[in-house]
């Protein structure tokens, strides 16, 4: 039924794209349309599929060409027509995907029965019609635990367990609006036009309720050690105003005395505890000890992977067990595939980082949600199957059926280690990437190429300025680039920080053009330095590691930061307190920002970064925000700042090392935002540790300790 995230039909945004392109004269990039509508290029293209039919209909086309735009071409008369309808706002009919969805949202949402005829008005169908809508919506609902009652002359309602039916509402939400609406809902940016599919969605939660719940959450957030990420914090808001509407009408949650037992234990119950004494003198009404555990558990799902020894909340299965479930599952996934997967060490922590707080979300029977599932039923259905069998272990330890959204979650770990696996050590094609500075975001580029294109052997990391003096030497087929490079000696791929869609079709179109053979390096490329002569380098490696590790900060900010001077400035006040370099810190920041910005969008964090010569040593640290910097390229919790000495390269690609890990290394977002001062440094050291050891192989190619190097330091 409703179950595919990105089936919802929003007409009035393809409307809204239609207008931008029929009101122009040439085509536009999706990034352009993004901007003009406040929504993200992902967005837009999602849209295309059905602008596409609608421009169909009207005997116009919609082209889409690499490199020039999207653009609706045809008659000029009946583009002309296309656009006065769409202004006068032409009223268009729902699809039967629309429809269903719809009416499992009201049915769920009602308590009482509803007349077929008062449906079918809302739908603007006959009674028939919703009949055979109501036929297919059966067995989606059987599927969440509920049931669909008919009765003649009475109407239509649905009958189930309060939690079931929460779930379910949760569920729709989710499955058929991105986090950008909702996100934009808790910011009052978007409305509930009823015009729309999406907008009928919008109309299930109460903006007002909403809004204040918003309010209260954020308060909680100061009594919390750690922030919650966007999708944990959408979570709560849209599970909390839901339970404010069921409670208004006497629907009230029941759980069983042992479990409400077990949460009472837990550190979350009394901050879940305090937040229901605020919704109950907001309200009126009075919030049960049920509806206070199931708020607790959405405090604990939401809890970092990354958990003290001594925390009460720590996941009732213990680290060595989770240790033995994540190698059993990799021992089925190597029994499937005849790979030797267990001795891929980042596999098995990967997935014990990831097991903890999934065991414990499974344990209380809450919701595991999966922004990737479509992606990957879709596109690796032969990796979900293996998962399936792969994730028995897991499933018997714990006596339940893992939801599809949890054997994706495996499978991307499983399917990752198996690219590895095959990615043979000869990669066909060079690239370069290369970003304003080459310190932040072209790491975290490269990282987004590695995993998309395992043929493409990214030689450097590089800023721009350099591009020329790289280009000779690295016998690269053409430069992926987060910006534009006037003269650039190679072809340059202009993408986002994180690959879309376009971005991996432009990389993809460049691929088949290249020449499949690595081309010869002007210098050497391959070759090993002489260990004498490689000492130097490795020192400068070595100088640049422990002045961040040094100079590591985190720090939490109390100041609402409301613009980037202001979050720049922060910044450089953590690395130093000359004022004069402090300025030149934060106007380096500020002018790679104006190239463009470093939020990580859906991530909740940014990556402030800059090279300078004002700082003497490179410097790296955490800021945590206790008001989120808004800002029209996302919300921002926490800000990861990595400082670069000009002219120093070894530095540069040592502070850019850190950058890598936030897609690299599983967990690393997670104890950024929410991690103590020890967790976070360990991460960061691990980092370093992988760097230095990477380092030594490629210039003097024998292994170095780590240990026996920081040692040497003290």
């Not at 079918?120 to 919703?130: E, F, P, S, W």
């Not at 490795?538 to 720090?555: C, D, K, P, W």
């Amino acid at each position: 039924m409703c179950s595919k995230k990105g089936t919802m039909k929003n007409l009035a945004r393809a409307s809204a794209i239609a207008q931008i392109l029929l009101a122009g004269t040439a085509p536009l990039s999706a990034r352009s349309i993004a901007e003009k509508l406040g929504v993200s290029s992902k967005t837009v293209l999602r849209e295309l599929p059905k602008l596409a039919r609608m421009a169909s209909d009207r005997d116009l086309v919609l082209k889409r060409k690499t490199g020039t735009g999207i653009s609706i071409v045809g008659d000029a008369e009946k583009q002309k027509a296309f656009l006065a309808q769409l202004k006068a706002n032409a009223p268009v009919g729902f699809t039967a995907q629309e429809r269903l969805t719809i009416l499992a949202g009201q049915l769920l949402k009602n308590s009482e029965p509803i007349k077929l005829f008062t449906l079918a008005k809302q739908l603007n169908v006959t009674d028939g019609t919703v009949s055979n809508d109501l036929d297919k919506l059966e067995t989606w609902f059987r599927e969440h635990g509920l049931m669909l009652v008919r009765r003649p002359g009475l109407g239509v309602y649905v009958e189930g367990d309060e939690r079931a039916i929460r779930r379910a509402l949760i569920s729709i939400l989710y499955e058929n609006l991105d986090e950008e609406h909702l996100l934009r809902l808790v910011r009052e940016d978007e409305t509930a036009d009823k015009r729309t599919a999406s907008g009928h969605l919008l109309s299930l939660v109460d903006a007002e309720v909403v809004h204040q719940i918003e309010g209260f959450v954020h308060e909680m957030e100061s009594d919390l050690p750690h922030h919650f990420s966007d999708h944990a914090f959408i979570g709560l808001v849209v599970h909390l105003t839901l339970a404010v509407e069921r409670m208004r009408k006497q629907e009230g949650i029941h759980i069983e005395p042992d479990i409400l037992a077990d949460l009472r234990s837990r550190s979350a119950y009394p901050l879940a505890e305090k937040l229901a004494r605020r919704i109950e003198k907001a309200f009126s009404l009075a919030v049960p000890a049920g509806e206070i555990g199931y708020i607790t558990m959405h405090l604990l799902g939401a809890r970092s992977r990354y958990i003290g020894k001594q925390d009460r909340d720590a996941p009732r299965v213990g680290n060595f067990r989770l240790v033995q479930l994540a190698r059993a599952i990799i021992r089925r996934m190597e029994e499937q595939t005849g790979k030797p997967l267990l001795q891929n060490r980042s596999l098995l922590m990967g997935l014990v980082n990831h097991l903890g707080p999934s065991v414990s979300r499974l344990t209380m029977h809450m919701t595991i949600r999966n922004p990737l599932l479509e992606e990957m039923q879709q596109t690796y259905p032969h990796y979900m199957a293996m998962a399936r069998v792969a994730a028995e272990p897991l499933e018997n330890e714990l006596g339940v059926t893992l939801p599809d959204a949890e054997v994706a979650y495996i499978a991307m770990h499983l399917g990752a280690a198996l690219v590895d696996a095959d990615t043979p050590a000869h990669k066909t094609i060079r690239v370069l990437v290369a970003c304003p500075t080459g310190v932040g975001t072209s790491r975290l580029l490269a990282s987004s190429v590695r995993r998309a294109f395992p043929n493409l052997h990214v030689v450097d990391t590089v800023s721009t300025i350099h591009i020329t003096e790289a280009s000779e030497e690295s016998g690269a087929s053409f430069v992926i680039s987060t910006v534009p490079i006037p003269n650039a000696p190679l072809p340059v791929i202009v993408t986002g920080l994180l690959l879309d869609e376009a971005g991996r079709a432009r990389i993809a179109e460049a691929i088949q053009r290249a020449e499949r053979y690595v081309l010869p390096c002007k210098k050497g490329c391959t070759q090993k330095t002489a260990f004498s002569d490689g000492l130097p380098k490795m020192i400068a490696y070595g100088t640049a590691i422990r002045s961040l590790l040094e100079g590591f900060f985190v720090r939490r900010i109390a100041e609402h930061v409301s613009d980037a001077k202001r979050l720049c400035m922060i910044a450089a006040e953590q690395i130093c307190t000359d004022r004069t370099a402090r300025n030149s810190i934060m106007d380096a920041f500020l002018q790679r920002e104006s190239k463009g910005s470093t939020i990580i969008k859906g991530h909740g964090i940014m990556v402030l970064h800059a090279r300078t010569k004002a700082s003497p040593a490179p410097r790296a640290g955490v800021l945590r925000l206790s008001a989120p910097f808004v800002s029209e390229s996302g919300i921002v919790r926490t800000v990861l700042v990595l400082l670069a000495v000009m002219e120093k390269e070894e530095s540069a690609e040592a502070v850019g090392a850190i950058s890598t890990g936030l897609f690299e290394r599983d967990g690393f977002l997670s104890v950024l935002h929410d991690g103590e001062h020890g967790a976070v440094f360990q991460a960061i050291s691990d980092l370093l540790r992988a760097f230095y050891r990477q380092k030594n192989e490629e210039v003097i190619g024998q292994a170095a300790d780590f240990h026996q190097f920081r040692e040497s330091l003290v």
